[in-house]
Each structure stands twice: as C-alpha cells, then as structure tokens.
C-alpha cells in the first residue's frame, strides 16, 4: 500500500498547466475594470458631487453628509452594475493582512420590500467589533467599540460580489488600531515638511508626494505536497526537512526559463491585479528553486500599500485556481534563499520633480544633496526604530542568512553619490554653490552623470541601498504590511526634515545667505551621519564588529529590537510629527510582543506534534524492521557470521534510538519551556522568554528529526521532503 505521501506525490507529478483566463482584450481595455476611478466617479456622480469628492481626496477635508449620501449611490449602482450583492469596509489590522466583514446591500424599506441599499453614513464609517482584533490594552481601558473609516483617497475596488471599500480602522477614542491610520499621517507629515525644505529652493512647490515600488517575493508549492505539511499548513514554513542534496547552489533558477505550469499562475494573478489597478509589471524567477517575484510600477505610497496588500490576498486565490500554494513567509525552507519585499520609495512634487534624483544634467544639484543628506542623518538617528519596523517573529529567519541583508541597518550609497558627499564636505560654500537663474541654486562640484540611474553600482547586502532615483529599503519581509517600515521612515525622515529648515531659517536670521545656510547644514548632517554609511559587504563578520563600534544597533532578538519604539527619541519623533501617540506605541509594542510569543508557541506546538505523532513512530516502525532483520540473520546464520552480517543494522539502530531519545527529551524539554514562558509577567518578557528559551530548543528537536530523515526508509518517510517541495512545479 502506497504512503500518503507517495499519494500526494503522485497527484503533484500528475498536473498539467491549467490553461489561464486570458481576456481577448488588450491591457488598457481591462486595466482599473473592477475599481471605482475618478473616470467612473465622474459618471455616476452628479458634476458637483464629483468636484467636492475631488477636493476631498486632494485636501483631506471631510465630506458632508449629503454629498457622501449621493457618492454611496453612486458607488452603489456602479458596484450592482459590476454584480456586487454586499460590501465591506476594507481595513489593515495590526495582524497584518487585511480584514473585512461582508454585509448585503439587502435592506427592507417602510413597506418591508426587499430593496438594495447603501447610505452615506454607512459609506463613511462603520463599527466593526475592535475587540477581536489586537489593539495593545487599548481597548480594555475604554471600550471594545471600534471604527472603520472611509479613506477617500484610495479608490474602492469590487472583488467578486462585493464591494470594498479602503478604510482606516480606529479606536472608541480615536486611536490607531491599524497601519493605515499612522501612515496617512505619517504622509501628512512627509508633505508639509517635506514641502517647507523644496521651498528654500522653489516657492512653486506646493505639495510634495511619497513613491512606494514594492518588489513583492514569494514561493510556490504544490497543493497535494502541502496539504501533507502541517507546519506549512499552520505556521507558512518548514519546521524541518533534511537540505535537498541539489538546492540553488548552481544558481540556475535565477531569471530562468518560468515554467508552464507557473506562468499560467503568473498570467491569471496579472489579469485579476490589472483588473484591481495595480500595474503590475515585472515577473520573473528568483534565486532559491520555486521562489518567483512580481513587481508593479510604482505608486503614491497610501495606494502602493493597499495594492500590495490586495495583491497578497489575490495571489492566494489565484494560486488555488492552480492547485498551488503561494508562501509569503519569509523563511519558508531553512538552507535556500527566503523572500522580502524590496520598498522602492522616493519623494515628488507637485511641479514634477523627484528630490531622489540627480537631475538629468552633469551638474548635480544641491536640492538632491540635500534630501541625500537628510535621508542619511535620519537613517542613522532612527536606525534602531527602522529595524524595529521590519523585525518580526518571521523575517527574523530571513535577515542576515543567505542573500538577505543583514540585522543592522546602514546606507549605501554607490561610489559617485559617496564621492559627492565626500566633496561637500571638504568644500567651502564659497567653492561650492552656483547659482543658476532658470534653475535655481545648484551645487557646483562634483559630477553625476545621467546614465547614473542605468548604471549597475548595486550593492545586494545592503538593508537600505540608493539605486539611481530612490533607495530601496530591503529589509522589508515577503509577508509584512509595508506601511509599518514606511510610516516610521516618514515620521523619521519628516521629523529631520523639520529640524534642517528651522537649522537654515535660524542661521539666515543671523544674516547668513540662504545658499550658504543651507550648504553649512548640508555639510554638517554628512558628517554626522558616516556611522550610517556603508557601501561593503554587509555579510562579512568584520562589518558586525565594525558596525557595533560605529554606535549601530546589533541586537538580534526579536523582542527586545521592539524595544526602540518606545525609546525616548522615537516616542518623540512620531509625536512631533502626529504619526503615533505614545499611548499608540505602546499599544503597537504589546502587539508587536503577543504576535511574537504566539508565532513561536504556535511553531512550537506544531513541531512537538509532528515530531511525537508523525517522525517518532515512524523511525521506531523501520527500527523495529531492523530489529527483526537482525534477529532473523541471527537465527539463520552463524554467530561467527550473523555479526558482521548485521553491524550496519544494529548501527542504524542505535543511531535511530539515539535520536528518537534526543527528540523526545529535546520535545519535553521545549513544553517546560513554554510552560514557563506563558507565566511571564508581561508581554515583554513573554517574548523574550519564547526567543531565549524555546527557539534554542525547537533547533535541538529539528536538528535530531533532519537527521533521522537521512535514515529512516524513503518509502516510509511521512512528510513531503525539500526536494520534492521545492522542485515539483
Ligand atoms: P530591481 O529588482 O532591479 O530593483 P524592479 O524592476 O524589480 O527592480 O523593481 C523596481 C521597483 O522600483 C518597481 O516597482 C519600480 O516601479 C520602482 N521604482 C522605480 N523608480 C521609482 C521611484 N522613483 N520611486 C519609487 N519607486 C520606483
Ligand atoms: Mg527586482
């Protein structure tokens, strides 16, 4: 009788491509179908109501409930005629995700008829029971009320029957219980301080915009093969399995030929996203065997984030049309690459320039330089705070281990940008500003030239690298929700921002020229801010000790990394800037602490099982078969012979008995362990506990399991092996 898992084996082999959905139409046909867009607002609104739905996305001013009465009409009809029956308000909880709950736009009027209804009141905000989700003990000192709120500015969507409509998600008392809420503000704050700086170099500057480019990376397994992974299944990642003997050291996979099966995956997720407005773009193979990514063009950064996050639920359903599974954890296979999500981010304004980049002409510009310079400085002061924003239980596997940047922080800059701060710094103003008439102050030393942007000065170990028009924050995991690291680099960045113009403005009110003002500020922030400036191998064993010598954040646990949200300068920084309260980062640290203890103690638990129920009696069975050979050979021949004949055997005996006993200690061992952990005081030291104290000891039973793997018989091995998850496609 065959094992479940040749089985499922079998099943995986036996699939085909599945031909993909693709429309007749032409991209543009289709684009933005499922989206209600300004083009289809103008068409069901009347001329007045669009103009103050306009104003209200531009400015942020509240809608009056009249005009949000007609836009609901209007959403509606639009959404019945796209074959909507309910809707939801769409949010971002601190679970990471989206959440939604669906109701019918099926209401009873006075005559109790059945008609179809939507109000503006319900259009705007809802109530959603906030005491489901986690919110930090915010809740419990009030109430368990919270609300959701329309968010104007990201347009709703209509997936399958239901409309959806983007909302932030707050407290009874008006705090964030969500990563849309902070992230807005955290927008607001990037615009006006962002905008008052632009101002010392152009009064046309009226608005400054924040860019987000997410490169989202994920994996691809095959259903039948997962459905036979119950650590995949419950915690999105291997617990154990033995390296596969062939993995990605030929490095063949990278931008390989995409194979059929997946690229029917790859068609169909592109034609629903397009459908969705997001613009995908770029598909491709990455490094570890069946790990892909796909990338769109960039956007303003509210969108960017919920298009990211619309993508990763409709990766899910995709991947299902094709009995796959797609693995947005960040660690899903120990040994091989795991995935991130490469932020792209740039700051625009309104007249069209990009303050990231260089210019277009060989003279570089002093506007660029210092944007650079207040990029770095921020970086260096909020380096601990930007790692806290992208650590979590699951890119903790991923940080520092193949190709992936490693758990500090730094900035690299390329050899001609670090060549241009290297010569303001050794320059006077006198040498350094020209100013030009039509385009106003520039920077008169140093050169960048225009093929800058194309050019390969790339540097992969960096967590936080400027690639040509923006920097790329790397750090950032495949699973997590990107507004969490791009609303505490905006609060960090606007905060500095902040302080270089009231720097400027207070050195011109001693009666220093502007030009002069800004270069001494400029030149003074490159200088303070070399500690964060690294353009080696981020991997390398001297980088640690040099970066730990250079006053960076090393620390390595999880829990206490958190730590830097509530330190005296972050809990500053995102209260000048209005991002978060302080009240708010403790609520977002107890958060961030009980998803922690949870993910380990679900991982724990879920390895225990697999060890005791599926691995144990499994390596005793083939043992006892051994055995019994043995005992055969003994009866049947010679003792003279029989020994010899069966010292291999009674190796493999030991050497299972061996490890069956480590597991079984080893499992004991990491229950007590939890044990322990669970009566820990506060959240804090609950996390701290699963990562001191349990981690360590779920490596000891994986350690003993991956081991056994390599013994027991092939044909009697419970669970899918990484070759075979890794290379069924
Ligand atoms: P690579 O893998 O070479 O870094 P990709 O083409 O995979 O590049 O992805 C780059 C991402 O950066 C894309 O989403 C792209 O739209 C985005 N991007 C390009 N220019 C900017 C910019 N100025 N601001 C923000 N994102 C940008
Ligand atoms: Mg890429």
């Given at each position: 009788m065959k094992t479940l898992r040749f089985k499922l084996l079998d099943e995986a082999f036996g699939r085909k491509a599945i031909k993909a959905d693709y429309?007749?139409?032409?991209?543009p046909d289709y684009f933005g179908k499922n989206v209600f867009s300004l083009e289809k607002m103008k068409s069901y609104l009347s001329k007045s109501s669009y103009k103050t739905l306009l104003n209200t996305i531009e400015t942020g001013m509240p809608l009056s409930h009249d005009i949000a009465d007609e836009v609901a009409q209007g959403m509606k009809h639009w959404a019945i005629d796209m074959g909507a029956t309910h809707y939801t308000h769409w949010f971002q909880p601190l679970t990471g995700g989206s959440a939604e709950k669906h109701d019918s736009f099926a209401e009873f009027d006075s005559e109790r008829n059945m008609v179809e209804e939507f109000s503006g009141k319900v259009l705007v905000q809802q109530e959603p029971d906030a005491s489901s989700f986690p919110n930090g003990g915010i809740r419990n000192t009030f109430e368990a009320r919270g609300y959701t709120a329309w968010d104007p500015a990201s347009p709703a969507f209509v997936v399958g029957d239901t409309l959806c409509i983007p909302t932030i998600f707050i407290s009874y008392t008006g705090e964030a219980l969500d990563y849309k809420a902070p992230l807005l503000r955290s927008l607001a704050a990037i615009d006006k301080n962002a905008t008052r700086v632009c101002k010392l170099f152009d009064?046309?500057?009226?608005k400054v915009h924040s860019y987000l480019g997410w490169e989202q990376e994920y994996f691809l397994v095959d259903e039948a093969l997962w459905a036979g992974r119950p650590d995949l299944m419950l915690t999105g990642r291997t617990l154990m399995g033995h390296e596969s003997a062939k993995n990605q050291q030929l490095e063949d996979h990278y931008f390989g030929h995409i194979p059929s099966r997946v690229l029917a995956f790859m068609t169909d997720l592109e034609v629903e996203a397009l459908k969705l407005g997001i613009p995908v773009k770029t598909r491709h193979n990455e490094v570890a065997p069946n790990q892909f990514e796909l990338a769109p063009i960039y956007e303003e950064t509210n969108l960017a984030v919920d298009h990211n996050l619309l993508l990763m639920s409709t990766m899910r359903g995709i991947a299902r049309r094709h009995n796959f599974r797609v693995l947005l954890h960040e660690k899903p296979y120990s040994g091989v690459n795991g995935s991130g999500k490469h932020c792209n981010w740039s700051l625009g304004t309104d007249t069209g320039v990009n303050l990231l980049s260089p210019g277009k002409d060989a003279l570089s510009n002093l506007q660029f330089v210092t944007f650079v310079a207040n990029v770095l400085k921020a970086v260096y002061k909020h380096n601990g705070l930007l790692k806290a924003s992208i650590s979590s239980a699951t890119n903790a596997h991923r940080l520092g281990a193949n190709e992936a940047p490693p758990a500090i922080i730094s900035v690299f800059l390329g050899t001609q940008v670090s060549a241009v701060l290297s010569k303001v710094v050794k320059s006077t103003s006198e040498e350094a500003i020209v100013f030009d008439k039509k385009a106003g102050l520039k920077l008169g030393i140093g050169h960048i030239p225009e093929i800058f942007i194309d050019n390969t000065d790339r540097n992969r170990t960096s967590p936080f690298a400027f690639t040509g028009n923006r920097f790329e924050f790397r750090a950032v995991g495949s699973s997590e929700n990107c507004g969490g690291a791009m609303l505490a680099l905006h609060a960090a960045v606007a905060e500095q921002l902040n302080d270089f113009t009231e720097e400027v403005e207070a050195r011109m009110k001693k009666g220093e020229a502007k030009e002069k003002a800004i270069f001494e500020v400029v030149k003074a922030y490159i200088k303070d801010s070399t500690a964060i400036h690294f353009d080696g191998n981020g991997y390398s064993d001297e980088w640690k000790a040099e970066a730990a010598k250079r006053g960076l954040c090393c620390e390595t646990s999880v829990p206490v990394i958190f730590d830097a949200y509530l330190a005296k300068d972050s809990v500053k920084t995102f209260s000048n800037t209005n991002v978060l309260t302080e009240r708010e980062l403790h609520s977002r640290c107890e958060v961030k602490w009980e998803m922690y203890s949870k993910k380990i103690q679900i991982e724990s638990r879920v390895l225990g099982d697999l060890a005791m129920n599926h691995v144990i009696p499994v390596a005793t069975e083939y043992q006892s078969k051994l055995l019994d050979n043995v005992a055969k050979v003994a009866a049947h021949f010679p003792e003279t012979l029989s020994g010899a004949m069966s010292a291999q055997n009674k190796l493999i005996i030991e050497r299972i008995a061996n490890h069956t006993n480590e597991i079984t200690v080893g499992v004991q061992s990491m229950v007590d362990e939890r044990k322990k952990a669970n009566k820990a005081g506060s959240e804090r030291d609950k996390a701290i506990a699963y990562h001191d104290n349990v981690i360590p000891r779920m490596a000891t039973v994986r350690y003993h399991i991956d081991k056994l793997e390599l013994i027991v018989d092939n044909e009697m091995w419970p669970l899918p092996k990484y070759r075979e998850l890794l290379f069924i496609r």
């Amino acid at each position: 009788m065959k094992t479940l898992r040749f089985k499922l084996l079998d099943e995986a082999f036996g699939r085909k491509a599945i031909k993909a959905d693709y429309p007749s139409a032409r991209t543009p046909d289709y684009f933005g179908k499922n989206v209600f867009s300004l083009e289809k607002m103008k068409s069901y609104l009347s001329k007045s109501s669009y103009k103050t739905l306009l104003n209200t996305i531009e400015t942020g001013m509240p809608l009056s409930h009249d005009i949000a009465d007609e836009v609901a009409q209007g959403m509606k009809h639009w959404a019945i005629d796209m074959g909507a029956t309910h809707y939801t308000h769409w949010f971002q909880p601190l679970t990471g995700g989206s959440a939604e709950k669906h109701d019918s736009f099926a209401e009873f009027d006075s005559e109790r008829n059945m008609v179809e209804e939507f109000s503006g009141k319900v259009l705007v905000q809802q109530e959603p029971d906030a005491s489901s989700f986690p919110n930090g003990g915010i809740r419990n000192t009030f109430e368990a009320r919270g609300y959701t709120a329309w968010d104007p500015a990201s347009p709703a969507f209509v997936v399958g029957d239901t409309l959806c409509i983007p909302t932030i998600f707050i407290s009874y008392t008006g705090e964030a219980l969500d990563y849309k809420a902070p992230l807005l503000r955290s927008l607001a704050a990037i615009d006006k301080n962002a905008t008052r700086v632009c101002k010392l170099f152009d009064e046309n500057v009226q608005k400054v915009h924040s860019y987000l480019g997410w490169e989202q990376e994920y994996f691809l397994v095959d259903e039948a093969l997962w459905a036979g992974r119950p650590d995949l299944m419950l915690t999105g990642r291997t617990l154990m399995g033995h390296e596969s003997a062939k993995n990605q050291q030929l490095e063949d996979h990278y931008f390989g030929h995409i194979p059929s099966r997946v690229l029917a995956f790859m068609t169909d997720l592109e034609v629903e996203a397009l459908k969705l407005g997001i613009p995908v773009k770029t598909r491709h193979n990455e490094v570890a065997p069946n790990q892909f990514e796909l990338a769109p063009i960039y956007e303003e950064t509210n969108l960017a984030v919920d298009h990211n996050l619309l993508l990763m639920s409709t990766m899910r359903g995709i991947a299902r049309r094709h009995n796959f599974r797609v693995l947005l954890h960040e660690k899903p296979y120990s040994g091989v690459n795991g995935s991130g999500k490469h932020c792209n981010w740039s700051l625009g304004t309104d007249t069209g320039v990009n303050l990231l980049s260089p210019g277009k002409d060989a003279l570089s510009n002093l506007q660029f330089v210092t944007f650079v310079a207040n990029v770095l400085k921020a970086v260096y002061k909020h380096n601990g705070l930007l790692k806290a924003s992208i650590s979590s239980a699951t890119n903790a596997h991923r940080l520092g281990a193949n190709e992936a940047p490693p758990a500090i922080i730094s900035v690299f800059l390329g050899t001609q940008v670090s060549a241009v701060l290297s010569k303001v710094v050794k320059s006077t103003s006198e040498e350094a500003i020209v100013f030009d008439k039509k385009a106003g102050l520039k920077l008169g030393i140093g050169h960048i030239p225009e093929i800058f942007i194309d050019n390969t000065d790339r540097n992969r170990t960096s967590p936080f690298a400027f690639t040509g028009n923006r920097f790329e924050f790397r750090a950032v995991g495949s699973s997590e929700n990107c507004g969490g690291a791009m609303l505490a680099l905006h609060a960090a960045v606007a905060e500095q921002l902040n302080d270089f113009t009231e720097e400027v403005e207070a050195r011109m009110k001693k009666g220093e020229a502007k030009e002069k003002a800004i270069f001494e500020v400029v030149k003074a922030y490159i200088k303070d801010s070399t500690a964060i400036h690294f353009d080696g191998n981020g991997y390398s064993d001297e980088w640690k000790a040099e970066a730990a010598k250079r006053g960076l954040c090393c620390e390595t646990s999880v829990p206490v990394i958190f730590d830097a949200y509530l330190a005296k300068d972050s809990v500053k920084t995102f209260s000048n800037t209005n991002v978060l309260t302080e009240r708010e980062l403790h609520s977002r640290c107890e958060v961030k602490w009980e998803m922690y203890s949870k993910k380990i103690q679900i991982e724990s638990r879920v390895l225990g099982d697999l060890a005791m129920n599926h691995v144990i009696p499994v390596a005793t069975e083939y043992q006892s078969k051994l055995l019994d050979n043995v005992a055969k050979v003994a009866a049947h021949f010679p003792e003279t012979l029989s020994g010899a004949m069966s010292a291999q055997n009674k190796l493999i005996i030991e050497r299972i008995a061996n490890h069956t006993n480590e597991i079984t200690v080893g499992v004991q061992s990491m229950v007590d362990e939890r044990k322990k952990a669970n009566k820990a005081g506060s959240e804090r030291d609950k996390a701290i506990a699963y990562h001191d104290n349990v981690i360590p000891r779920m490596a000891t039973v994986r350690y003993h399991i991956d081991k056994l793997e390599l013994i027991v018989d092939n044909e009697m091995w419970p669970l899918p092996k990484y070759r075979e998850l890794l290379f069924i496609r």
